[in-house]
């Protein structure tokens, strides 16, 4: 997938795991795809959040910027001991 390519189709994004897509309708929000339904396509923020719709047509790949930042919010993260030893 070409990363300044126009998305128009939300068969592109459904169907691979954590797949990235930035919501021009709503702020050029950037969220991993969750679902297709009735038309809509559903997102959620990367690291986690409360799920939103928007249209297909709304959606583009992220630039490699954008794509760097949400997987560093996708990236778990270990916990540190912080018991002195």
């Known amino acids: 997938m070409d ?3 126009p998305i128009d189709r939300a068969d592109e994004f459904a169907e691979v795991a954590a797949e990235y897509a930035v919501d021009t309708a709503n702020g050029n929000r950037i969220g991993v795809v ?3 339904f009735d038309g809509s396509v559903y997102l959620r923020p990367p690291g986690g959040g409360v799920e939103w719709a928007t249209p297909p ?3 583009r790949s992220p630039s490699v910027a954008e794509l760097a930042q949400a ?5 778990p993260v270990s ?3 912080r018991r002195r030893r």
Request: with cysteine.
């Open 57 to 59: 047509e709304a959606l």
């Open 3 to 5: 990363v300044d390519c």
């Open 71 to 75: 997987r560093v919010f996708d990236t």
């Open 79 to 81: 916990p540190v001991d």
């Open 34 to 36: 969750q679902d297709r």
